[in-house]
Each structure stands twice: as C-alpha cells, then as structure tokens.
C-alpha cells in the first residue's frame, strides 16, 4: 500500500535487527548518504533482537521521537508498517518478489553491503527510488557523520533519567575509567576473535590495561566502571579490582550466547543502552577489543580511550583526543 504524499519522494532505509552499536553506526552511513542524496531517511529495525514482536519499530521503544536527523527528514516510528517503499530499489536483490525476502542468504548479505559501500563512496547518486541498507555498514562513513547521529538520536526519557541518576551517584567526583569487555559467551564473535584465541592471555591484557590507565595522570580520585556481555569476565576482574562499578542485570548461562537477545526482554535491551551511554561519559575508556560496536560512541567522545592494536592484539595504543596516537608499552 502506497500512502498519499509519500510515493514520489526517494528514501533510504536502514534495517538493522542487531546490537545498539551496529544499529547506530549503520543508521550513521545511511544518513550520510540521505542527506548527500536529498533523500528521506526510514528508520526500520522492526525484527529487532531485543524484542519478540516482530512488527515492532525498536526505534521508537528506546529512542526520543524525532521528525529528522540533523536536518535529514526521517521516519522512525511504527508508520513503517503502513505503507510499501517505491521502487525500484538499490541493491538489485530488494526488486525481487517480496516471498523472497524470507530467506537472504549471508552470501547476498555482504554482497550487498560491499554494494551499498561502493555507492557510499561514490559521487553519483543512483536512479532507484528507494536505497535498502540492510547490512552491516560500520566504517563506512566519517565520524562526523556518525557524532551527528549520536548527537541526535537520544534514549528515551525515563532511561535518560536512569542514566543521569547512576552517573550523579557513582561517577561525579571522579575520574571514570570505563572498561568495556566484548566476551561473545559462546557465540560466533568473527572479527573479535584473534583477541580471544586465549582466554586467559585475553583477561590479563585486560587488566594489564586497567593497570596502565590507572597509572596515567587523573584529576579526581580513580574509579571503575566495568561493562561486559560474561559473568566470568565480571568474576575475573571483580577478584583483581573489587571497588568495580557496574549496572546490575541479568547474564545469560555461560556459553548460551550474546546479551542481545528477546529472551532478557526490553529490560536488558535498556540496561545495554545505559551501559553505553554511561562510557560515553567516561574520563578514560578501555575497549576490548576495539572492534566492537558498542563502544563507537565511547570512541568518537570520550578524550582518552585504551585499546588494542588490530595488527598486533598483544600491544595497546592510547588515543588522547583526535589525533595524539602512542603506544604503551
């Protein structure tokens, strides 16, 4: 069904059924393209893996309401589900009968996200009517782009307010080293996983970390804030550094899978938000590994952050605002 008013304006929309981390920086390269195109902007993460109603827009669930994102049009609520996108449609896949969307093997998934980074990057535009981007897009726009979005986009207000409540308690006179542990607890973590191919080498590195950021100059008595998908990691660290600070939630079963998950329901989909809120207003962030998404926006605003060199995991770079680059050794 076409609604009056919508079918000769052009759209991108951005599909994402994933974590908060991908959702964002992937909602970041389709707002660049929109708004480099003069296209409306559809926010569609229906299916999401933090919800078990399958037609429900997780965008207006957690996010505040909004009409546009810095200045590009945009649709982010549940007017998705009432009307059809005009095509034809880039990538070529989304001009195939709408039976066929049930099943999109991975295959098809990064091809088309190989596509939509190629257009990205170009200066044309295409003749389509609608841009589907249902992939995977980190790293393919700048990082204004992506602080545009983060500045924009926030959580709706009563998790604002529990976000503000945990840091006026536990974070105001102090400097915040906020470290973040992407574990994976059993499931496929892909790239993440030359940081992980031993475990116990993985956690001492971690706390060799904490050890070094500890070490580096603070104005205000040093605390720390730790956030991690693993109650084995919240074990480990607990026992090295016991003052830690952390966001009480539900973990699932050791080895039973990612903490993006329905079965946590919309409780543990706010107790992710606020956890990566609540890095972002960090001193010192230490990512592990820095291949994760959900600590892009502790990257992109916190001054310093701690990671792990992605040619060489065993060595630490230290990022002092957005330039001074160092290794710690």
Same mark, same amino acid.
């Given at each position: 069904?076409?609604?009056?008013?919508?079918?000769?304006?052009?759209?991108?929309?951005?599909?994402?059924?994933? %974590?908060?981390?991908? /959702?964002?920086?992937?909602?970041? $390269?389709?707002?660049?393209?929109?708004?480099? *195109?003069?296209?409306?902007?559809?926010?569609?993460?229906?299916?999401? /893996?933090?919800?078990? &109603?399958? =037609?429900?827009?997780?965008?207006?669930?957690?996010?505040?309401?909004?009409?546009?994102?810095? %200045?590009?049009?945009?649709?982010?609520?549940?007017?998705?589900?009432?009307?059809?996108?005009?095509?034809?449609?880039?990538?070529?896949?989304?001009?195939?009968?709408?039976?066929?969307?049930?099943?999109?093997?991975?295959?098809?998934?990064?091809?088309?996200?190989?596509?939509?980074?190629?257009?990205?990057?170009?200066?044309?535009? @295409?003749?389509?009517?609608? @841009?589907? /981007?249902? $992939?995977?897009?980190?790293?393919?726009?700048?990082?204004?782009?992506?602080? &545009?979005?983060?500045?924009?986009?926030?959580?709706?207000?009563?998790?604002?307010?529990?976000?503000?409540?945990?840091?006026?308690? /536990? =974070?105001?006179?102090?400097?915040?080293?906020?470290?973040?542990?992407?574990? %994976?607890?059993?499931?496929?973590?892909?790239?993440?996983?030359?940081?992980?191919?031993?475990?116990?080498?993985?956690?001492?590195? @971690?706390?060799? $970390? @904490?050890?070094?950021?500890?070490?580096?100059?603070?104005?205000?008595?040093?605390?720390?804030?730790?956030?991690?998908?693993?109650? &084995?990691?919240?074990?480990?660290?607990?026992?090295?550094?016991?003052?830690?600070?952390?966001?009480?939630?539900?973990?699932?079963?050791?080895?039973?899978?990612?903490?993006?998950?329905?079965?946590? %329901?919309?409780?543990?989909?706010? *107790?992710?938000?606020?956890?990566?809120?609540?890095?972002?207003?960090?001193?010192?962030?230490?990512?592990?590994?820095?291949? *994760?998404?959900?600590?892009?926006?502790?990257?992109?605003?916190?001054?310093?952050?701690?990671?792990?060199?992605?040619?060489?995991?065993?060595?630490?770079?230290?990022?002092?605002?957005? &330039?001074?680059?160092?290794?710690?050794?």
């Amino acid at each position: 069904m076409q609604v009056s008013g919508l079918v000769k304006r052009r759209f991108v929309v951005s599909q994402r059924r994933t %974590g908060f981390g991908d /959702c964002l920086w992937s909602l970041a $390269a389709a707002w660049r393209y929109a708004q480099r *195109s003069g296209r409306t902007l559809a926010v569609d993460w229906r299916g999401s /893996c933090y919800l078990d &109603q399958p =037609f429900t827009n997780a965008f207006p669930v957690f996010f505040q309401p909004i009409n546009d994102i810095a %200045g590009v049009p945009a649709i982010c609520d549940d007017r998705i589900n009432d009307f059809s996108f005009p095509g034809p449609f880039f990538p070529e896949w989304w001009n195939r009968p709408a039976i066929d969307y049930l099943y999109r093997p991975d295959e098809q998934i990064f091809q088309e996200r190989d596509e939509l980074g190629e257009l990205f990057q170009a200066e044309h535009d @295409v003749e389509a009517n609608t @841009v589907v /981007c249902d $992939a995977c897009l980190m790293w393919r726009c700048d990082e204004d782009a992506e602080r &545009q979005v983060f500045q924009s986009v926030k959580p709706r207000s009563e998790i604002q307010t529990r976000i503000d409540a945990i840091y006026q308690e /536990c =974070f105001e006179g102090h400097s915040i080293i906020g470290v973040h542990v992407r574990h %994976g607890n059993g499931e496929d973590i892909m790239d993440h996983a030359p940081y992980w191919a031993d475990p116990e080498f993985a956690v001492r590195q @971690v706390c060799t $970390a @904490v050890d070094k950021a500890k070490a580096l100059p603070h104005p205000k008595p040093v605390r720390l804030f730790l956030c991690t998908d693993s109650a &084995q990691i919240l074990d480990h660290l607990s026992a090295k550094f016991p003052d830690l600070l952390t966001v009480p939630k539900h973990f699932r079963s050791d080895q039973d899978g990612p903490l993006h998950t329905a079965a946590l %329901g919309i409780d543990g989909a706010i *107790s992710a938000l606020v956890e990566m809120y609540l890095l972002g207003r960090c001193d010192t962030v230490i990512r592990f590994p820095p291949t *994760s998404a959900f600590t892009r926006y502790a990257r992109l605003f916190v001054p310093r952050v701690i990671e792990f060199d992605l040619k060489d995991p065993s060595r630490l770079i230290l990022i002092e605002g957005s &330039q001074r680059i160092s290794h710690l050794d």
